[in-house]
């Protein structure tokens, strides 16, 4: 009996809604940092070399969170096609009640989504040389490489990678929006006193990421659009 | 004066678990809009017997919302669209002259489709057989006031045993989950001072019942509590989720 708990369909809720958890713990944490990229190119760059220094730290702290999503996409597909065969044959018509709505009806859409974009925005940034052509910016005070900021700088004044980031963190809203409340009913925390305003709380949560990360290619484009990156 | 209104049916038509199963069109003619969707149902299926036809099978029994037999999807909602109402209450002045019906049976894996509408719902109770009970010795009934029930938890585990079983819930979830079915069996018994002997067994013998029997899992779309004819709360969902969560964590601990 020991080792069929995971198999438990609550369980496997359970290790979704925890590693959901810890990914929206890692979307802050994230976002604290990226806010530097409101201030002097130093500011983001000299973060960026701190974290480079912590070394095998560092590796471990990527390796937790590769991890974490794994974890989260294998469960949550492993739910989804279980679902899927739960219903046997599809309603003529279908019409919702009430109960659900757009984001919890779209959470395997918009995780697939986040994954697709992860993983071209790792290859973008994360991996991406921080040190080479791209980052150095034409207008600049200088002619020399602006580091990570160049890099993001360069990239977010090209009006299509805006759109399309702008895009992925909408869909990052989308799906915390539900999420943060499922987490918390899927632990068991929730009753029906505390569960409408947690759903508007995660709600706000969600539109707070979306926002809070889409300020700052919108910043980049319109600077770069007006005063420049000079001034 | 009685009003009557005329209706289209299109509705689910299988003839046994093994038939492919297809839609039919019925026209309803002359429906008294004082009569019930089972009633309804009975005008058109003696039109049918007259005729020489198969009458529509449906699940029913007490027609007062009490038993949990009846249920059909009516336009993409189990016992139609009225709240906290079973198909059997359900009255035809709540449909418009005119109005196309799409009726089909609840569609779960784990409720298999006996005839027409009728689906099989016994995976219910053999959910109930594995642990939604409690033990007791048999004998002289004691004294109720030697065991106290604080009023809060008598009030909600009275709502939660105003589950009938009817299968809504499964029926309106897209994961076709039993969840919350199952949440207020464990929970009538949970908030009571009866329950808690087995209560950490009862939880865990109980899902694992529940997944075998090929229900889907919970993505907490809500839609359950929003077809359930008795009103069974959420909250219920989460009672069970923290409760199989202790369950599984207190299990490894005494190992
Ligand atoms: C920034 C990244 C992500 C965050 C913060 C996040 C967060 C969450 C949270 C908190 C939940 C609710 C847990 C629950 O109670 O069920 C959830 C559910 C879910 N996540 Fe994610 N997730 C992320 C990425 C992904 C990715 C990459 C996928 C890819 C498939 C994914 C697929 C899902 C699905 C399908 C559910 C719903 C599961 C269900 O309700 O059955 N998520 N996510
Ligand atoms: S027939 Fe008994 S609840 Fe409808």
Redo the contacts between chains.
Sequence with gaps: MGNSVLKRSIMKKQIVAISGLLLIGFLFAHLAGNMLLFGPPEGINEYAQKLQELGPILWLFRIGLALTFAVHISFTLWVALENRAARSGRYAVSNDRGGTDFATKTMVYSGLLIAVYLLLHLSDFAFGDHYGEATIVAGAETEESLGLYGLIWNSFIQPWRVVVYVFAVGVVGLHVSHGLQSFIQTLGFANDDVLPVLKTVSRIVGLLIALGYAAIPIYMIVRHYTIGIGA | MEKTINLTL?V?RQANPQDAGR?EVYEAHDISTDASFLEMLDVVNERLEREGKEPIAFDHDCREGICGMCGA?I???AHG?EKETTLCQLHMRKFKNGDTL?I?PW???????IKDLVVDRSAFDRIIASGGYITVRTGQAPEAHTMLVPQPNAEKSFDAAACIGCGACVA?C????AMLFVSAKISQLALLPQGQPERWDRV?IM??K??EE??????????????CPKNI???N?????????WA?IR??LRG
């Design positions: 299109k689910w839609f999807v336009n993409g909602q669209a799409v089909e569609r779960s894996k784990a409720f298999p489709i309106a897209p994961n076709a989950s865990r899902v694992e529940m997944d090929g229900f889907g899992n919970c993505s907490n779309h809500y839609e359950c509590e929003a077809a709360k959420v909250s969902i989460a009672r069970l989720n923290r409760d199989h969560l599984s299990a490894k």
